[in-house]
T-cell receptor, first 116, second 113 residues
Framework: ETGVTQSPTHLIKTRGQQVTLRCSSQ?????VSWYQQALGQGPQFIFQ???????GRGNFPPRFSGLQFPNYSSELNVNALELDDSALYLC???????????????FGQGTRLTVV | DAKTTQPNSMESNEEEPVHLPCNHS???????IHWYRQLPSQGPEYVIH???SNVNNRMASLAIAEDRKSSTLILHRATLRDAAVYYC??????????????FGKGTKLSVIP
């Protein structure tokens, strides 16, 4: 059983650029959630994908978008990067039943994004 | 928004029990209480969850107040590897049949050898 893996581990981008972060789910998990964690804060929910469809979103603007693929891996895209987007981006996978996420989420180690 | 309140930090001696408190006075009837912990430079790790009854697993115990407005995570014997930020979280419905984990700032637990 493989865990949740994220790539890249670190990334530096310039303000205004676009970035794509990637996540491979734990084997057998069909639900992926993305979180943003600023320094010294708890993770904040961005959105969730279940079987390739977004089925929940937190308080983030539309320039944060995502995809989930048939193998349940996922991407987070951020357009028009701002300095405040600098954070640790975490991906979590879990096994959903119907549209409900049950039990625990397994988190990756995150991608540290720095916007300069 | 469903929110939780935790102490910013706590200390414990190694091999002693630790009781980490959490208040969640706005909890609704269908919100599960989850605990995760985050070690330095790692993603959060699931610890335990419950709805109404006390719960035990190999990592910890969760004691939930009768009115569900507070809960306590119990580590029976703290080890140095338990030093982490502990998050008490309500699993909240976020629309379209999905649920999200709403993290607060957590409690930073230090374990003294």
């Amino acid at each position: 059983e493989t865990g949740v893996t994220q790539s890249p581990t670190h990334l530096i981008k310039t303000r205004g650029q676009q970035v794509t972060l990637r996540c491979s789910s734990q084997s057998g998990h069909n639900t992926v959630s993305w979180y943003q964690q600023a320094l010294g804060q708890g993770p904040q929910f961005i959105f969730q994908y279940y079987r390739e469809e977004e089925n929940g979103r937190g308080n983030f603007p539309p320039r944060f978008s995502g995809l989930q693929f048939p193998n349940y891996s996922s991407e987070l895209n951020v357009n028009a990067l701002e300095l405040d987007d600098s954070a640790l981006y975490l991906c979590a996978s879990s096994l959903g039943q119907g549209a409900r996420v049950t039990t625990e989420a397994f988190f990756g180690q995150g991608t540290r994004l720095t916007v300069v | 928004d469903a929110k939780t309140t935790q102490p910013n930090s706590m200390e414990s001696n190694e091999e002693e029990p630790v009781h980490l408190p959490c208040n969640h006075s706005t909890i609704s009837g269908t919100d599960y209480i989850h605990w995760y912990r985050q070690l330095p430079s790692q993603g959060p790790e699931y610890v335990i969850h419950g709805l109404t009854s006390n719960v035990n697993n190999r990592m910890a115990s969760l004691a939930i107040a009768e009115d569900r407005k507070s809960s306590t995570l119990i580590l029976h014997r703290a080890t140095l590897r338990d030093a982490a930020v502990y998050y008490c979280i309500l699993r909240v419905y976020s629309g379209a049949g999905s649920y999200q984990l709403t993290f607060g700032k957590g409690t930073k637990l230090s374990v003294i050898p």
